[in-house]
């Protein structure tokens, strides 16, 4: 097993790809919600918008995956990617119903999906045991980029109006679509744990061939993602998470500033008192947090705090109460979502890492997707409270399996006579 470095100039377009392409898919995300609101569209309507985002990665993360490990190529996916992200923000600019906004999150999400290729690639730069220190690093620039994005957001459509985000949007991927370009790849080298076929394989009718083969393939790769119990449980918890996140601060946090009075520009310290706390936290938590607490306790204290955090918000009497309650969660889902990311891929040889990765990211866009449509389907029944007190239960029910999933490996462990240096990969190390 093989990995590569950059030159500085490299990895530095390598950052500012990812920076662009972040900040193109954010730079909206804070005024959407009252942006929908303001064209008179309904909570439950919104909840399916914001949601929608996740449904195309549902769909396409996964083979993309597969696709691009097939391929062993990178690069064009994320090429393709940031010109989805132009696409995106070009139609919030069209028409007046509630068609094309949800058509511009649609093709977002198929942004979205080249996160895929974009973590496999970075990944490849680093040895196997150090995959979470290297998600670590892409997570605090994805923040970055969320933060530049969404920082922006407010001051320029307090300035310029709803459209100069829209059209800032389209700039952006622009560049982004340049930077991409200058990425540099190579193809994985095959692993050499890849076992070699010990006999010659019958000869197949030509009517056999195309059934066998992907008969053959699907159960490769259910077996490839049944060897790994870690890969479904944090895939399982990331849904949960990305519920949260998407219910909260890339939902209808923003709209319940409104309602405690928020300006669009106003929005912009909404945004800083969450992504800074978050941005920080996510660049340390792989350094320094989970190595002294372990991947699991700290998984499990941050999923508490989101919960938290979560069930105040609607309680909260003024905007300072509200930036408080977002530089916690901000803090808490931090803590478990670089880990989450990094886990996914750790127990997977390099030339499966896009299908490991497609298939985690696949699971927890499911939860971007039902995280705000259930919310705004509960918000237009019971208003915004009924929306974050699910995203808070959801917290605890994922605070639950960490926690029982925990006690498990424990009682395994004790059971067992394997010595500490041969025991398999789990949250708990």
Same mark, same amino acid.
């Given at each position: ?7 500085r ?12 392409y ?7 995300? !804070?005024i959407?919600? !009252? ?12 909840g399916?918008?914001? @949601?929608?985002?996740?449904l ?8 993309? @995956? ?10 064009? *996916? ?11 923000? #070009?139609?919030f ?24 290729p ?5 990944a490849s730069?680093?040895?196997?045991a150090?995959?979470t ?6 997570? *605090?620039? =994805?923040?970055?980029?969320? %933060? $530049? #994005? ?7 459509? @307090? ?14 991927a622009?560049l982004?679509?340049?930077?991409? %370009? #200058? ?9 050499a744990s890849?076992?070699? !076929?010990t ?5 197949t ?5 195309? &059934?066998t ?5 699907i ?7 049944? &060897? ?19 219910i ?17 520009s ?10 800074? /706390? ?16 372990? +991947? ?6 941050? $999923? ?5 955090? =979560? ?5 909260c009497?003024s905007? /300072? ?8 969660? #901000? ?16 127990? *997977?040889?390099?030339?499966?890492r +896009? =299908?490991?990765?497609? $298939?985690?990211?696949?699971v927890?866009?499911?939860?971007? $997707?039902?995280? /705000?449509?259930?919310a ?13 007190f699910f995203?808070?239960?959801? @917290?605890?029910v994922?605070?639950?399996i960490?926690?029982?999933r ?12 394997v ?9 708990? =190390?």
């Open positions: 097993m093989t990995t590569y470095t950059l030159s100039k490299k990895h530095a377009i390598f950052v500012a790809a990812t920076l662009l972040w900040t193109t898919m954010y730079i909206y995300v !804070p959407l919600t !009252p942006f929908l609101k303001d064209r008179g569209i309904s909570l439950s309507l919104i399916l918008i914001v @949601g929608s985002y996740g195309t990665q549902v769909l396409i993360r996964f083979p993309l @995956g597969i696709y691009s490990d097939r391929m062993r190529r990178r690069k064009p *996916f994320m090429v393709v990617g940031m010109l989805a992200g132009l696409a995106s923000c #070009g139609l600019l069209l028409g007046n119903s509630w068609g094309t906004p949800l058509a511009g999150r649609l093709v977002a999400g198929i942004c979205a999906s080249a996160w895929v974009f973590t496999v690639l970075y730069y680093y040895p196997p150090k995959s220190q290297a998600m670590a690093t892409l997570s *605090f620039l =994805t923040v970055l980029g969320q %933060l $530049f #994005g969404m920082t922006a957001s407010g001051w320029i459509a @307090g300035s310029g109006g709803w459209d100069a985000a829209f059209l800032t949007g389209i700039g952006l622009a982004g679509t340049v930077a991409a %370009l #200058g990425i540099e790849e190579r193809a994985p080298a095959l692993s890849v076992p070699a !076929p006999a010659k394989p019958r000869k009718a030509p009517h056999e061939r195309s &059934s083969g992907s008969n053959r393939r159960r490769d790769l259910l077996s490839l993602i049944g &060897s790994s119990p870690l890969l479904i449980e944090v895939s399982i918890l990331s849904m949960l998470g990305h519920c949260i996140l998407f909260t601060m890339f939902g209808f946090t923003p709209l319940q500033a409104v309602e405690l009075g928020a300006s669009a106003e929005l912009t310290w909404l945004v800083v008192a969450f992504m800074v /706390p978050h941005a920080l936290i996510s660049l340390w938590n792989g350094r320094y947090i989970a190595p002294r607490l372990g +991947a699991r306790r700290t998984i499990l204290c941050g $999923f508490a705090l989101s919960a938290i955090c =979560t069930a105040i918000i609607p309680l009497p905007l /300072p109460w509200l930036y408080a309650t977002q530089a916690i969660n #901000g803090i808490g889902q931090a803590l478990y979502i670089p880990l989450l990311l990094g886990l996914a891929i750790q127990d *997977f040889a390099p030339e499966h +896009a =299908t490991a990765m497609g $298939f985690y990211q696949s927890y866009s499911i939860g971007m $997707f039902l995280g /705000p449509y259930l705004g389907w509960l918000n237009g029944i019971g208003g915004l409270e009924a929306g974050f995203g808070a239960s959801l @917290g605890l994922a605070a639950a960490v926690t029982i925990g006690q498990r490996q424990k009682r395994a462990i004790a059971k067992s006579a010595a500490a240096d041969e025991t398999p990969n789990t949250l708990s =190390t």
